[in-house]
Every structure is written in C-alpha cells, then in structure tokens.
C-alpha cells in the first residue's frame, strides 16, 4: 500500500492528508478517520444481494498499515464507525480490533452508529456525540452555525469531479477544508462520491492510489 502525505495547517497546527482517506494529527497521536462502515457488505449480503467480505478486510488492512506507519497511539473515527445492526462483518472487526488493545479508540457517533453500549463496552471504544480537542470540534455533521468554531467533519462521503478534453472526466475522492472545517472523505472504499456538496471558499484536496494534490 502507498502511502502518500501532505502536509496542511489548520488554525496554526499541523495535519497529515494521506491518499489512504485519513488524516494524522501528529501532536496528539491521532489518526482521525470517518465513515469506515463496518457491517456494509454483511447487510447487503443479508438482504440477498452478493457483495465480497473481501471488501471489509481491505478496508481493514489499509487501517492496519496506517496505524503502523504513523506509530498511532489513537483513533478518532468522527462517525459512521457502523452500519447497521450487528452482523458478520461486525464480529470480523472485533477479531480484528483484538491486536490494538494498546490504541485508544473514540467515537463520535453518528447516523448510522446505532450498536448497543454493550459492544461498545466490549470493543472498548467510547461514544461521544462530540468531542473537543484545543480549538478543534469534532462531529459527524456540518454545522449550520460555527460561531468561530472549527469542525473536522465526515459524513457527507466528499468528492470532485476533474474535466478533461471534450466530455472526459474523473471522479475522486477528497478533502473538503474552509477556513472553519474540514471534512474528511469516507474510508471505506465501499462508498460513494458526493461531488454535489458544493462550499463556499473551499480547498480540495484530491487523490490517488499515487498522488494527493490541491485543485
């Protein structure tokens, strides 16, 4: 797996952009990442419809090399860490998740998060609908109203359309950054592009398998 970095300053520290759909927050540790969807593809093969578990450990093993290569002493998944109810997929990540017992995981929940205190309990991640670190808020949805807060976001599965020559054109996921936010693409590469989430005054910074670069 190749991972590729840039560096960006959001209200005078220093944050890591990778092309693997995760930012790292050196001073504190951190890996900040949203949308993994854990249960996706065990929910749609629920409901008869065949999607590769192959697609889970993929994500899964993109997650293992970042936390490895950044040295990761927390996780912070800004929500959607879920899907849907507690499946196959979700005792795969529990498996999983058995060889970071030394990482501190939280979760700001969001709108998919809907699994029981009790696995969380097990799992020992922690829950907050938000959380606060320095001047930076961390949730699962924008805000109508910053109020001179800065947000570092997920949900919305950001990305942008590139056109070329005649009707050519590429989709790519990206980073969304303001001078009050930033929103962080989905992780799982079983997601969508929204590139009709249209900001005022915003940076994107795109991405491939090689490459990560501001448009």
């Known amino acids: 797996m190749n991972i ?5 300053i959001l209200k005078g520290r220093v944050f890591t952009l990778t092309n693997q759909r995760a930012v790292f927050w050196k001073e504190q540790e951190a890996l900040i990442l949203s949308d993994i969807h854990i249960g996706k593809t065990a929910h749609f093969r629920k409901h008869g419809i065949a999607i590769s578990s ?3 450990q993929t ?15 927390k996780i912070l998944v800004v929500g959607d860490l879920f899907h849907a109810e507690s499946n196959s997929d979700v005792e795969t990540f529990k498996v999983w998740l058995s060889q970071f017992s030394d990482i501190e ?4 929940q969001g709108n998919h998060d ?11 991640i922690c829950v907050v609908p938000k ?18 807060v800065f947000t570092i976001s997920g949900h919305t599965h ?11 054109k590429l989709k790519l996921p990206c980073y969304q950054i303001t001078s009050q936010q930033l929103i962080l693409p989905a992780f799982s590469l079983f997601t969508g592009l929204n590139t009709h989430n249209v900001l005022e005054d915003v940076d994107y910074y795109a991405f491939t398998d090689n490459s990560i670069f501001k448009l």
Do not use: A, C
Not at 135 to 145: A, G, K, Q
């Open 59 to 73: 994500d899964l093993n993109r997650l293992r090399h970042l936390i490895q290569y950044f040295n990761t002493k």
């Open 158 to 168: 950001p990305g942008v359309v590139i056109r070329g020559k005649g009707k050519q």
């Open 4 to 8: 590729v970095k840039q560096n960006i």
């Open 114 to 124: 809907i699994q029981s205190s009790h696995l969380m309990n097990e799992l020992n």
């Open 131 to 148: 959380l606060i670190i320095d001047s930076y808020t961390f949730i699962h949805e924008d805000l109508e109203d910053y109020d001179n």
């Open 105 to 108: 995981w939280i979760l700001i």
């Open 54 to 56: 192959e697609i889970l």
